[in-house]
Structures are given as C-alpha cells and as structure tokens.
C-alpha cells in the first residue's frame, strides 16, 4: 500500500475517532440538558461510568448508522420519496433507541420523542464535524460518493473506464440568458464566471430562442428527443380524446414521450449509455432518477425512484438535506413575510404548502439530483443530462430578479463547482455543458391588473355568467408536479378536469404563463373565426381588444391561420413577417415563424390568446398566479442560454442564429459523435484486436 493511501487510511481513521468523540461529548451535554434522557442508573453511577455509557452509546449509534441506515432505506425505497426525507429524524431516533439497549453498559434510557431529537441533535454534529475536518463541507461529501463510485467499479470487475470524454448537460430550469449574464456581472456565480472569463476561458455563451410555448414540457421533450410537434403549449385539451393534457403530469408526460419517439422513430438523446436525472421525460436513458415520464409506473418497473436510495442510504445526507430542508422552510416564510411587510409590487400569495414546495425544490431535488450526476461521473457514464429546477421554481413567486432568486443562483453555481471537481476524478475527461430551456418573464398577473381571469373574460365575451369573486388559476411550475410525484399523488390542478364533459357548450380555458387557450369541446374540430362569430358574436373582439391581450390567433375559413389584434388588425398567418409584422410588432423578430409552425399542430386550440407585452420593461401579465411566467411570447422569457466548451465546435456560424429546441437537440448530438471520436468500423476493430494478440506457442518464429 502506498504512502498516499496509507496518509487517506489514517486521515479516515482520525476523522472517525473525532466525530466519535464529539458525538460521545454531545450524548452528555443531551444528557444533562434533556429530562427525559439519562446516562445512568436511578441509584447513581460514577461519572466514569456515565462517561462509559456515553461512549458506548455514541459508538453503538454511529455503528448502527452506518450498517443499518442503508438496510432501512432499501427496505423503504417504495415509501413515497419524499415521506421518506422527513423519516429521516424518526429513523435516527428509532437507531439511537436500539443503541441505548443494547450498549455494553446497559445504563442508557430516553424517551421515545425525546429520542428523535437527541438523534437529530447528534447526526447534525457528527457531520459537521466531519465536515469541519475537510478542507471544504464539499469536500467531504465528494469523498463518500468516491467510496459509492468505488465499490461500483469494483463490482463492473476492474473494467477499465473508456478513454473518449463523456457528456454532462445541466439543465438550468428557467435561467435566462439576461439573468445568467446579470448574476454573471455581480459576482453571483463564480465558477460559471472563472469557464467564460479566466485566464483561459474554456466555455462560449450562446443564446437561443424557444418555440412559441416556452415551457419545460415543449423545450426539453425537443432537447432530450429531437422532436416537441403538436406541444402547443403547457397543457391543452385534445378534443380527440376528451383529455387535457399537462407536461407535469406522469401520464401526460409518458404519452409525450412515446409520440415524440414514434414521430422521429429515436428513442433520444441519451440511448447509449445515459442517464437522465430530475427531468421530465427520460431521454432514452436507462439509468433514471426523478424522471416524471415513469413516474406513473409501480412497482420495480419504477427505476425513477432509485436514485433517492443511492442517497438516503448515507445518513450524513439524509441528515443534512432534512436539516437543509427545514431551513429553507422558513427561510421563505421569512422572505414572503418580508415581501408583505413592505408591500412589494408585484406580489402573489406565497402561503399553504408552497414553503414545502420551494424547499423541495431548492434542497431535496437539488442534492438527489446532484449526488446522481456525480455517481454517474465516477462510474463514467457515456450522457448525462440534469434538469435543476430551484430557480424557476422560486422566480416564478419572488420575481426572476429578485434577491431570493439571486440567492438560489449562488447555492446552484456552487452545485456546479462541485460537479466540475469531481470530474477531475472521473475514470474519463467529461464535457460539461451548461443549458436552459427557457427564461423568464416579469409583470404581474392578468387577474391583479384587470380584477378578473382570462377564463371570465371569455366567459363574458360568450354572455356566459361570470362569478363575482374571480377564481384564481393554479400555478403549474414544475416543482409542484415533482413533489406530489414524489407523493405518489396525482397531478390534478384545482378547477382542471383530465376529462371535461363533452355535452357542455361552455369553453374551457386553460392558462400556461402568459399563454391562454380556449377551446369548445362540443365541437369535434378546430372552429374557425366565422363558427366562433356565429356562436359568439362579441368573443373575439373582446379578446382581441382587451387592453390586456397582445394578440389572438385562430383558424380562418378564407385566410387558413389568422392573427387578431386591437382595433380590427388582422393579418393572415402567412402574410406575417418583419415587414408586416401587424399586432406582433413589439414581440420581435422570430415570432411570426413561431406562430405559423404552432398554427399546424393538430391539438392547437380553437383560440390561441398572448397577454399583452411591454418591451421598454419586458413585462408580460401571466394567466397562472405567477410574478415570473413563461410560456407564450414576449421577452426574457423566450431567450435562454446554451453554454458549451470551446473543445466542442460552435453551436452556430458566426452570423448564425439557434431557433428552437429541435434544433439545440441536433447540437447536442453532434457534440456526442465528436465527444466519441472517429468511429472504427466492426471489422477494422475486430483485426486490430487479433494483431494484439500473442502467437500460439507452436507457431514458426
């Protein structure tokens, strides 16, 4: 053994017998602070004695931990993944309980309640002082997912890693390219600023621009499967079945996914050894972990749940995520006080269950899906794509610029540092490539501004009664579908019915940031501008000349796709473009082409409603209870970012411009070929290997 690795032996070694010593010292300050636990017998003991008791007990919990921990969270991997964090404190408390039995000293007692907190109080502080030890919290946390990766490798039988680099692609969700460059500026995202500016930078930023539907669902089923055809927006009804569908749902997503592989006859990004972590749809990928696409499935079939095992099954990090969790609870229920304390405009409700929403968001996914991309390094996976949600989850409530976004930037960059560490360790060199799917707009809500829903407005249009108190219109981030997939509950949004009644002449309408869709689903086709005038004579113009409306687009009889907008503008879809850009004037140059290829889907609404923009500010106003949307047209919203190594060719040419996620899919696909290198054929590599070979021993010289 070398002396390297004897120094890591001996460091470990030293390491264990201070988090032992320290956690033996903080049994007795339980001890004597706590009623309910005690270290000695009713008769006394000695203070030898008591610091024996101790002792035993910390080194027979520690040990617990350690074995058992990993049994508890395998036999409980189909407990609800997130039922299965906030188990974490009751487990301990459950470990320490059996620890006190069955110590050598025997003299140990506590409470049950009191039990769970002298466990939490003691994993707290043994991992800080684990990680107080290292160099760095991180550095820490990297080494035991060494020791994860190791015992992989050595179960692949001592196979040598490939040479050729690998791919990662992080997904920024909702990370625009003006807000990478502002965080960029103010020092908020170091390690992103050190690839594009240090001495040698070794990344390129490129902006790109989403489709018309500038949403998870339609932008990362194109990235992760070459294809978002007839993705109109982020839920839509489909009059052919009579559903509505929504990318967060499992089952809708699963349904995507398989039309987009009929469609392109691919089974995505990442078939070839990949992996796919926290995303919507699965890429092809074989190794999945928060993947909502499968996440409908029971059983053993369900791999997407997998991968909280991998890292519950170290109590450390079930320790720290729990502990981080609870934080981050009240850290925005401090924030959103703050927010309504000074009357910040805009502002929506940010109360309920929204604290335990962001926290799953900004803590538990973050560290699963950190912890999976990190593992899938050190066993040298081929693909890697990671969806990080925390950002758009909480620029949708606290506004994309806030500080509380910017706060969330700074932890994800050091995500990122953590992630480019490791894959110096990795068995191969890995490309890191940095992406998002969409970015965000700001501007308050249609229902704050006008006092009343999109939905009512169009039922006022149709002399439909409209209530007096206006119904709020669920948020749908992506956060939310996760936590209750993690929840094994349903993904059904108050007021949205899967089935909707087709006898029903009434509209449904449905929102997706500042996209509205209205549709009619007693009519078994797409209606056209002259069946909807007949029915409703004042719809459209009322629509159309909403001081809160951009444009509408619907189907025409005469003129096929027609744009409507205030004051009698209409243009036929296919007479728009930079010249004559009519009421799609102030969304600028792009949005024409986008409207088009979205006017022929065959699930595009019978009308199709963009809220109104104001460049100057870039404001649009969400249908959704959103402070930052995204989804339709206008600003950052539809601007993301790709930022790539300089070892990998350029996304574009010089004077060339990065329009939709089809085509950032074929990117980052030709990105993998150069990341393989040049390609051997079978036979060539067949003869290389018999020329390698020793001769047979009664071979001539």
């Not at 700001?442 to 229902?447: A, K, M, R, S, Y």
């Not at 209530?467 to 709020?472: F, G, I, T, V």
């Amino acid at each position: 053994m070398g002396g390297g690795r004897w120094r890591r032996v001996l460091s470990g070694v030293w390491r264990s017998i201070t988090v032992w010593a320290v956690s033996t010292v903080t049994m007795l300050v339980l001890a004597g602070a706590l009623p309910d636990f005690q270290l000695q017998s009713d008769s006394g003991d000695s203070a030898t004695q008591i610091a024996v008791t101790a002792a035993a007990g910390a080194g027979v919990f520690g040990l617990l931990s350690s074995l058992v921990w990993p049994l508890l969270v395998r036999a409980l991997l189909l407990v609800p993944a997130l039922v299965l964090g906030l188990l974490v404190f009751f487990l301990n408390g459950s470990l320490l309980l059996i620890a006190l039995r069955i110590s050598p000293s025997g003299q140990g007692e506590v409470a049950p309640e009191t039990a769970v907190v002298v466990a939490a109080v003691m994993s707290a502080v043994a991992s800080a002082t684990g990680g107080a030890l290292a160099v760095r919290d991180d550095d820490a946390y990297r080494r035991r997912l060494y020791r994860l990766a190791d015992r992989r490798r050595r179960r692949a039988a001592g196979r040598a890693g490939p040479s050729t680099p690998g791919a990662v692609f992080i997904q920024l969700d909702g990370v625009g390219h003006d807000v990478l460059e502002s965080a960029i500026g103010k020092g908020l995202m170091p390690t992103v600023a050190e690839w594009l500016g240090g001495r040698r930078p070794t990344h390129r930023l490129t902006p790109w621009r989403t489709d018309w539907s500038s949403q998870t669902g339609a932008s990362q089923l194109g990235i992760l499967h070459g294809s978002n055809h007839d993705i109109p927006a982020f839920r839509w009804y489909e009059k052919d079945s009579g559903e509505v569908m929504v990318c967060n749902r499992p089952s809708s997503a699963a349904e995507l996914q398989r039309r987009a592989i009929g469609y392109t006859g691919d089974g995505g990004l990442l078939t070839v050894d990949g992996a796919s972590r926290g995303n919507l749809f699965s890429g092809g990928a074989d190794e999945l972990a928060l993947v909502l696409s499968i996440a409908a499935r029971r059983g053993k079939e369900n791999r997407s749940r997998a991968g909280y095992f991998a890292y519950f099954s170290d109590p450390a990090n079930a320790v720290r995520t729990a502990m981080s969790l609870v934080a981050e609870v009240f850290r925005e229920m401090g924030q959103s006080t703050g927010a309504r304390l000074k009357k910040r405009r805009p502002r929506v409700k940010r109360g309920g269950l929204y604290p335990f929403v962001r926290a799953f968001a900004t803590v538990v996914e973050r560290d699963v899906v950190v912890a999976a991309v990190i593992g899938d390094m050190l066993v040298g996976r081929n693909a890697i794509y990671a969806d990080l949600v925390a950002y758009d989850e909480v620029a949708h409530h606290s506004g994309p610029h806030s500080r509380d976004a910017e706060k969330v930037l700074e932890r994800l960059d050091r995500s990122l540092a953590l992630i480019a560490k490791v894959a110096e360790h990795a068995p191969r060199p890995y490309r890191i490539v940095l992406l998002s799917d969409h970015g965000q707009s700001p501007g308050e809500t249609f229902l704050t501004r006008y006092g009343l829903t999109l939905g009512n407005l169009v039922r006022a249009g149709c002399g439909l009664p409209v209530p007096r108190k206006a119904q709020r219109t669920h948020s749908g981030a992506e956060a939310r579908a996760a936590v209750r997939a993690a929840l094994r509950r349903p993904v059904e949004e108050g007021g949205e019915r899967h089935r909707p009644s087709r006898r029903r002449s009434e509209p449904i309408v449905l929102a997706s940031g500042n996209l509205g869709l209205v549709s009619f689903p007693d009519v078994p086709h797409r209606m056209s501008r002259e069946e909807i005038d007949r029915r409703h004579p004042a719809l459209l113009s009322t629509l159309a000349n909403h001081p809160g409306v951009g444009f509408v687009l619907v189907r025409s009889e005469e003129h096929g796709g027609l744009v409507l907008g205030a004051n009698g503008a209409e243009v036929p879809v296919d007479e728009l473009d930079d010249a004559r850009p009519g009421p799609l004037a102030d969304f600028g140059p792009g949005a024409a082409d986008a409207i088009r290829r979205t006017h022929s889907f065959p699930h595009v609404a019978d009308i199709m409603v963009n809220s109104w923009y104001e460049p100057g500010e870039g404001e649009v106003l969400a249908f959704e209870e959103q402070i930052g949307s995204h989804g339709g047209l206008g600003g950052a919203q539809a601007r993301p970012f790709l930022l790539s190594p300089v070892a990998l060719s350029a996304p574009v040419e010089d004077e060339g411009e990065l329009v939709g996620a089809e085509h950032v899919h074929r990117i980052l696909r030709r990105w993998l070929r150069e990341c393989d290198g040049p390609q051997v054929p079978l036979a060539a590599r067949s003869n290389e290997r018999a020329a390698r070979l020793p001769p047979p021993a009664d071979s001539a010289a």
